[in-house]
């Protein structure tokens, strides 16, 4: 198989969830959707306005507990980022 070229682009990105609160949406600052999966602590989110998921981690998690299988034979676990809208608060209907 290739090399994880291009994965980081694919795969869901994952933020703290104090600049989730605070941004939204990882994607679009959007501020509603719903946890498609959740463990004690963190979870993954689907955005209402754009349909993209991403990972909510608890403050101090670096790395997320959920996979992604992004084709047959690689599982991609996102690590914390920081937030692609940071400074931009998050945004509800409009
Ligand atoms: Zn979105």
């Known amino acids: 198989m290739s090399e994880n070229v291009a994965q980081e682009a694919i795969?869901?990105?994952?933020v703290s969830i104090a600049e989730f609160l605070e941004f939204g949406c990882a994607y679009c600052g959007f501020n509603s959707g719903s946890a498609t999966f959740v463990d004690s602590s963190n979870a993954?989110?689907?955005c209402h306005e754009c349909d993209r998921e991403c990972v909510v981690l608890t403050e101090g998690a670096i790395n997320s507990p959920f996979g992604f299988r992004l084709d047959e034979d690689f599982i991609y676990?996102?690590?914390l980022e920081d937030h692609p809208r940071r400074?931009?608060?998050a945004h509800e209907i409009k």
Do not use: F, K, L, Q
């Not at 795969?11 to 994952?14: M, N, Q, Y």
């Open 11 to 14: 795969g869901p990105i994952a």
């Open 77 to 79: 676990y996102p690590e």
């Open 87 to 89: 400074g931009i608060p």
């Open 44 to 46: 993954v989110w689907r």
